[in-house]
């Protein structure tokens, strides 16, 4: 039995996360914890979820990290800074390991798999995320992430700016530039998370669309990620290496 807590345990991902936990065979949810709840109360865990928000996700992970707990991180806002603060921590407690995806659904971890993919064959590459309207964090991790991907596809292919004229636009009109990839945030009542790449060549554009349709989508890869975390030496970013991709 692998021993679990989760913060962040009455928002909308986690209360998934509890009762994916509480149904698997080889899983014990031994905390349940959220805003106010005291964090030592994962004391005894040996895998922390969490799904909480971007102000406090640094906190709850240098607290675990030094307790020897890994922690599985849903929670988005992640920037290389910060991901360089983690590796720090990690290093100063050896055998703890810490995974952290933008996205535990396995459709979109192909998304951006395929996005990287497809990035160095054509001239545009612009992405559309849109999510409900409660969301803290833009643009997404998970758009954050793929144009970083798309990015990096593009400069190993020794690719330069792509195309695009404006010399004159309000504020925000071309979204947010992610190491050189434009990302559009739409907030939206009725929606759950939903994301484009769009990728434009010579009279051919190829769309790839990934929806959310529930919260219980993110939960086969945050059990694979409880499963598989002790066996990942220090960060692991993205779900991609649990899947073989
Ligand atoms: N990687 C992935 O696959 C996914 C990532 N996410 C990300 O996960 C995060 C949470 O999303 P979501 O579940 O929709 O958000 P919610 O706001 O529904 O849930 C977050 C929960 O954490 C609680 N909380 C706040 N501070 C603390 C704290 N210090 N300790 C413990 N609990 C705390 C909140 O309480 P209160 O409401 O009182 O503030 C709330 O109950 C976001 O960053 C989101 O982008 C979401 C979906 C999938
Ligand atoms: O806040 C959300 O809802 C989601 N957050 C993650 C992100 O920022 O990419 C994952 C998914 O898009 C849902």
């Known amino acids: 039995m692998i021993r679990v807590g989760v913060l962040g345990a009455r928002g909308r991902v986690g209360v998934e996360v509890c009762k994916a936990v509480e149904a698997a065979g080889d899983l014990e949810l031994v905390a349940a914890i959220d805003r106010d709840d005291p964090i030592e109360s994962l004391q005894g865990a040996q895998v922390v979820v969490d799904f909480t928000h971007p102000d406090v996700v640094m906190g709850n992970l240098e607290w675990a990290i030094s307790h020897g707990i890994h922690p599985v991180v849903g ?14 921590w990690l290093e100063r407690f050896p055998g703890t390991n810490c995974l952290i995806a933008p996205n535990f659904g396995i459709a979109a971890v192909l998304m951006m798999h395929f996005a990287q993919q497809a990035a160095k064959y054509f001239d545009s590459v612009e992405i559309v995320e849109l999510h409900h309207p409660n969301k803290a964090d833009a643009p997404s991790g998970t758009a954050r992430r793929t144009a970083e991907l798309v990015a990096e596809a593009r400069a190993k292919a020794g690719m330069g700016p792509m195309p695009d004229a404006t010399s004159s636009e309000l504020d925000g009109a071309r979204g947010a530039d992610v190491n ?15 994301q484009e790449v769009l990728l434009g060549g010579n009279g051919e554009i190829l769309t790839m669309r990934h929806d959310t349709m529930n919260r219980a989508s993110f939960t086969p890869g945050v059990l694979l990620g409880v499963r598989r975390i002790a066996e990942l030496p220090g960060l692991t970013v993205g779900l991609e290496p649990l899947l073989d991709l």
């Open 180 to 194: 050189g990839v434009h990302v559009h945030a739409v907030r939206l009542a009725g929606l759950i998370a939903h």
């Open 75 to 88: 929670t988005t806002g992640f920037d290389e800074g910060r991901l360089a603060t983690v590796r720090g």
